[in-house]
């Protein structure tokens, strides 16, 4: 069965620089999300989005941004990286009704030197 | 307070055994759902089971399945005959509302527990 795919699976940054991580949904998955993991801590929710728009956001900087496209894969612009973003960053998918799983891409791990 | 609770940090089990983790959750919101991934140490996030706050059954899938006692808002995982290759980090979340009560669908995690299947 199809998966989430992210991409890259690893990037190693620059402080101050930028990155984009993209994220391809499962097919038919209509709302995608993004979670971020530090080293030893669970996973935060960032933000989701559901037929392209915006539909929660939660403890993501103002240096981050994302989007959702017409394909419905989405990215997320990382600017003026610091250390602190060195973490795990997955993407997630699931259909906007029914049971609602969630099913988690591989990740991209980003180390920001 | 918390949303999430794994009061269990470690737990050791010892192979062809059952372990039950615990969670338990906090939400005034009457539709919610809990969910059990497992995150191996090459660190995917593996979507183990789900449990719906309106279901009647206790969800099983395979060797894993979910307790779920919602007057006392737990919902521990139990794996039965446990293998080597569970040795993983657990974690559980929770979703709170719908798309009919306008909940956002996000997960919030608990802090996991570390389960090592031995020998």
């Known amino acids: 069965a199809a998966g989430v795919i992210q991409s890259p699976r690893h990037l190693i940054k620059e402080k101050r620089e930028t990155a984009t991580l993209k994220c391809y949904p499962i097919?038919?998955?209509?709302?995608v999300y993004w979670y971020q993991q530090g080293p030893g801590q669970d996973p935060q929710f960032l933000i989701s989005f559901y037929e392209k728009m915006q539909s929660d956001k939660g403890s993501i900087p103002d240096r981050f941004s994302a989007q959702q496209f017409s394909d419905y894969h989405s990215e997320l612009n990382m600017s003026s990286l610091e250390l602190g973003d060195s973490a795990l960053y997955f993407c997630?998918?699931?259909?906007?009704?029914?049971?609602?799983?969630?099913?988690f891409g591989p990740g991209t791990r980003l180390t920001v030197t | 307070a918390q949303k999430i609770t794994q009061t269990q940090p470690g737990m050791f089990v010892q192979e062809k055994e059952a372990v039950t983790l615990d969670c338990t959750y906090d939400t005034s919101d009457p539709s919610y759902g809990l969910f059990w991934y497992k995150q191996p140490s090459s660190g995917e996030m593996i979507f183990l089971i789900y449990?719906?706050?309106?279901?009647?059954q206790n969800a099983t899938e395979g060797r894993y399945s979910l307790n779920f006692q919602k007057a006392r808002k737990s919902a521990n995982l139990v794996i039965s005959a446990s293998q080597l290759g569970d040795s993983a980090m657990y974690f559980c979340a929770m979703r709170e509302g719908d798309s009919f009560t306008g909940g956002g669908n996000k997960l919030t995690f608990g802090t996991g527990t570390q389960l090592k299947v031995e020998l």
């Open positions: 097919p038919r998955h209509d709302t």
């Open positions: 449990q719906g706050s309106y279901d009647q």
């Open positions: 997630a998918s699931s259909p906007r009704t029914g049971t609602y799983e969630q099913y």
